[in-house]
């Protein structure tokens, strides 16, 4: 047995760079308020299967596809022997060979549903483009996003147990080799990268954690941008603005349906507990703007759960009664919303800062920290 060279630097960093933006980017996901984090990891997950993908045509011997072993019967004899040494493969084994590929098509299938996810739904990011009213109940890309996610989970966790198998009961030294490069073989077949090789390498890496870098610490860069406008009430209607948002702050038209806003401008002696009664006149004017801009005539995600979520639109006067909001807030403890810091549940600012301008996008939100 002699020591052959099987795996260029570039695979070995690559192979660790898939290992912690998949991890990164899956537990992100579970985030709402990290979204673009979760969007940053994936697409830079993205980016190192690209060059991968590329380098399966112009890389050395090994790395290319026309390398990797299909042969299925190859594939039958090698998992059917889990206990017995199997023929040796000094680049990828007919496993290996199958869960990379499917790991790449896979990979592919759940960034590009994300890309749809994040454009349809949240506005944001390249496809925002998509976000419209028609595209409300597209909730499907989500889905389809989620079960390619887990099913590239899956695969890397088939691709984990045969690598565990390998090394503990075959006593290959596959998994060393990603580590070292070396491979132990019977004959030497020490792999040659030639100049072009090593520079492409080099980019991969480089652009790999370029565009993590870039995606995270650019907010406004086209693949994480928010597409969903500000809005200035104090110019799209004066009198809601100041006569709305003189007790508390200016919440936006389209978190409640039209239904709510004539209801609550209906009885604005008794709203709240206070009596926030105005001119016939201006509430007229002022309901009209509410209704214009409810829930039912906004694309925004908030605005359709919201309205999903009622059972009844026709007796619901605050936004923090709907089961949306409830299911969305479960997490935060009753001491957070009375702590001095943010009052009320109905401070909506305190956490989201941009809400008086009509955004309240999962990134934008900070809970502030509470002195007990
Ligand atoms: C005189 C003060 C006052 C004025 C003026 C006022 N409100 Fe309120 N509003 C309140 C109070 C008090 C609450 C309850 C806040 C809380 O629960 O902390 C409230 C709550 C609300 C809520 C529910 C927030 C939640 O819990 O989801 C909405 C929506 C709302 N107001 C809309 C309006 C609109 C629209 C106008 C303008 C027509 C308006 N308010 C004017 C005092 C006022
Ligand atoms: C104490 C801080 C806090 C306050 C106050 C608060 N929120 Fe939130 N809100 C959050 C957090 C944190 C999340 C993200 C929860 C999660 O992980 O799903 C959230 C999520 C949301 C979402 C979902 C965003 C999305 O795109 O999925 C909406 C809509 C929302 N809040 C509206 C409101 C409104 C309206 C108010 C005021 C009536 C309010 N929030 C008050 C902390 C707060």
Known sequence: MTKSYIWPLANRVSHVLLILFFAAAYILGDFDELLS????FGLALGVVFLFRGVWGFIGPQHSKFKDFNFNLLDLKEYLLSPFSKTKEYAGHNPASSWAMVAMLVVAFLAILTGVLTYGIEENHGVLSFLHSSYFKEMEIFKDIHEFFSNLFLAIVGVHIAGVLINRF?????AIDSM???YKKLADKVDV???IAQKIFGIIWIVASLFSLYYLIFTKDNIFIANANVKQNYALLHKDFNNECGSCHI???PFLLPKESWTLMMGDLENHFGD????????????LAFLRQNSAQNSTHQAALK???SLKDTNSTLAITKTLF???KHKEIEDRVFASKEIKSRANCKACHKDIERGLIENDLIQIPKIKV
């Open 325 to 327: 909001w409830k299911h």
């Open 169 to 173: 009961i075959k006593k290959s030294d």
């Open 179 to 181: 580590v070292s490069g």
């Open 275 to 286: 009596d926030a009664s105005i001119d016939a006149v201006t509430n007229l004017s002022i």
């Open 306 to 308: 919201i309205l999903k």
């Open 192 to 194: 040659k990268t030639n």
């Open 250 to 252: 200016t919440y936006p």
């Open 37 to 40: 984090y979760h969007v940053a």
